[in-house]
Each structure stands twice: as C-alpha cells, then as structure tokens.
C-alpha cells in the first residue's frame, strides 16, 4: 500500500478582497456626510477581524498575500472611520452652531422690529 503525499495548497483567506475594497471606500466616502464611510468601515474592520481569527487558526492553510490584504483593508478602514467619524461630528457642530445663531439672533431681529 503506497502513501500518497498531497502537497499543501494554500488558498486565499475568505472576503480578503472585499476587506480591502471596503477600506478603500471608506476613505473614499468619508466626506459623504460621514454616513457611507462608517458603513464601509464597519464593514472592512468585522470582516477584517473575522479574516483574523480565521488567519490565526492555521495559517498554513491560507497565502501572505490574503493576509497582507487583510491588514491593509483593516488599516484602511480604520482611517476611513476615523475621518467619517471627524467629518461626522464637524457636520453636528456645524448644525447646532447655526441652530443656536438662528435661534439665537430671530427673536432679536423680531423685537427690534417691534420696538419701531
């Protein structure tokens, strides 16, 4: 009875590709009111984390290459959620900087209006 030696192929890691792309995105749409760029990022970093584990647990199944495009997406999507989180808050601020001058100065202008 002979022995057969099947060689070890490595395959890519689940979603690697997706991971990267949705970090790329994430940057890219991070100034869209900061919404689709959280979405993205969220996305990139759970895959990504998932990719991880999946990664750690035998990482002789799987390429350094996939591996290399989890990473990449996960820092990708990091920033992309840090610039959409930012570009959220500054577009809050900016709503409740304005909501307080407008509210602020349309009273004053209808007393002034009134006085006359």
Do not use: D, R
Not at 91 to 105: E, K, R
Not at 111 to 116: A, D, I
Request: proline share 3%; charged share 5%.
């Amino acid at each position: 009875m002979e022995t057969t030696h099947q060689p070890n192929i490595q395959q890519e890691l689940p979603n690697a590709t997706l991971v990267l792309v949705f970090g790329i995105l994430s940057i890219v749409f991070c100034f869209c009111y900061g919404f689709l760029g959280l979405v993205f990022g969220i996305l990139s970093v759970v895959l990504a984390s998932k990719a991880n584990k999946l990664y750690k647990s035998s990482p002789q199944n799987y390429t350094i290459g996939s591996y290399n495009n989890v990473k990449a997406g996960k820092v990708c999507g990091i920033i992309g959620l840090s610039l959409s989180g930012l570009f959220f808050l500054l577009i809050l601020a900016y709503i409740a900087f304005f909501g307080f001058v407008f509210t602020s100065v349309l009273p004053w202008s209808e007393m002034m209006q009134q006085s006359y």
